[in-house]
């Protein structure tokens, strides 16, 4: 294998200091001469020379415009749903406007630490700070960049941990006031299903809808509310529903993620339901854009949660080249709101004869 040339040779060839090939290379040509200029690409090109982003950062001082996003293990289920493509939609659309790369580092829970020491590793010379998806509350990378000084910010919010940069959708006022919608139509067994077992997306969300159900003198029934891994949506998703409203004491409104109302249906017209008439149906991180042909189900349009993914993974973006950029301006962490939008997929409830 030919031995990799270095920016040391790329100086000694065209006479200058390490630090002048690194300021051609990042294009800061200030007072450079035109002649030293010539003599270094001279040099790059007689090389063979491959610049590597850790060679042009040659200093603690240079920023190499380059973040690292950190998204779960579970590669093989990224695209089951329409978050992440509207993650990566989102974030190759301002790293284009602003010029920074982004480097994805699929995290493996199972070598937690060996992942920990790579991305200290990459903190030192690839990468200016991290983008932190999919949070467990176990999670403790952030705490150990916080402690190393490495801008980051989390996208997801925490429940009962404070001081920490984080991003995230307001997913409990919004499972709140659907929850609240459905009560205010007489529904009180309200069935909540989601697909983000583990995450704090999945904790906000039950913890809101118990508190709610509770608010409202209503008793948590178990059996109404489930979480599911993403690897478990295929096989066990139909029959939690299909148990479910095959049960005398079906549940009269439901919560149910967008990418899972395909089960739904099939569920309501095997036990032959009609929405709104006999269930009430909300549909959570609904994509407008994405899912044209679930805009309507027998002609009413959903009654939805709509999904913040775009607007968060941006407002997370700006925020850590705020931070990358202007560190002494400190975080301000930030919830995005959501709004709870009534279509036809929801009805008072109806009553037994």
Do not use: W
């Amino acid at each position: 294998m030919d031995k990799k040339v270095t920016i040391s040779e790329v100086a000694d060839r065209a006479g200058v200091s390490k630090a002048t090939v690194s300021n051609y290379l990042n294009k800061r040509y200030d007072r450079m001469k035109e002649e030293t200029k010539k003599r270094i690409q001279e040099a790059i090109d007689s090389l063979d020379y491959v610049p590597s982003i850790s060679a042009r950062r040659l200093s603690a001082k240079e920023k190499s415009k380059t973040i690292g996003l950190i998204i779960p293990r579970n590669l093989a289920h990224v695209f089951d749903t329409m978050y992440y493509p509207t993650v990566f939609n989102a974030i190759g659309k301002i790293s284009e406007e602003t010029g920074y790369s982004v480097l994805i580092y699929v995290q493996n829970k199972q070598v937690a630490d060996d992942n920990l020491d790579y991305l200290l590793g990459l903190a030192k010379s690839l990468v200016d700070g991290f983008l932190i998806f999919a949070l467990s509350p176990e999670d403790r990378y952030f705490k150990e960049f916080e402690k190393n000084k490495i801008p980051y910010v989390c996208v997801g919010e925490i429940p009962h941990y404070v001081d920490y940069n984080f991003v995230a959708t307001d997913h409990g006022q919004g499972i709140r006031d659907a929850v609240n919608y459905l009560i205010e139509l007489g529904h009180k067994k309200i069935a909540l299903v989601t697909e983000d077992k583990l995450s704090v997306v999945d904790e906000a969300r039950k913890n809101t809808y118990k508190q709610v159900l509770m608010e409202h003198g209503i008793d948590y029934e178990k059996k109404y509310c489930r979480s599911f891994l993403s690897e478990e949506v295929t096989e066990q998703v139909p029959r939690f529903l299909k148990g479910l409203f095959e049960d005398k004491d079906r549940p009269t409104g439901i919560l149910i993620p967008a990418n899972l109302l395909h089960y739904l249906k099939k569920a309501v017209k095997e036990n032959d339901l009609y929405i709104p008439k006999d269930l009430s149906v909300i549909a959570i991180d609904y994509y407008d854009i994405y899912y044209p042909e679930y805009v309507r189900f027998q002609d009413r349009e959903y009654t939805k949660i709509p999904s913040a993914a775009y607007k968060v993974s941006e407002k997370a973006f700006e925020k850590l080249i705020e931070l990358i950029e202007n560190p002494e301006k400190g975080f301000a962490s930030y919830l995005e709101p959501v709004k709870l939008e009534i279509g036809k997929t929801t009805g008072v409830k109806r009553e037994e004869v």
